[in-house]
């Protein structure tokens, strides 16, 4: 399990590399997307998984909370949060 979560860790790099960017005209504009990323959103269901197994804690669960806000607004700045988790 650890092994796994090491693993996972090691990969942000590569996660933050897939981020992309959306300009579509007065509806979205973003430099920094993920949320559409299949490799991505691999990696989080990956992660998710992991720290469920981890632990119950309260830092556990706002870490995993986190990873449910990625919606393609604000990506980077929620990328950054679970980054820092």
């Known amino acids: 399990m650890r092994e796994r979560f ?3 860790v090691n990969e942000i790099e590569y996660i933050r590399s897939m981020a992309h960017e959306v300009y579509v005209r007065v509806f979205f504009e973003s430099d920094f997307v993920l949320y ?20 119950k804690d309260k830092f556990i669960k706002k ?23």
Do not use: C, M
């Open 6 to 8: 090491v693993k996972l």
């Open 36 to 55: 559409d990323v299949p490799e991505f959103l691999t990696w989080k269901q990956a992660v998710y998984l992991e720290l469920e197994k981890i632990n």
């Open 63 to 85: 870490t995993v909370s986190i990873l449910d806000k990625f919606d393609g607004y604000s990506d980077r700045r929620h990328f950054d949060e679970l980054v820092g988790a």
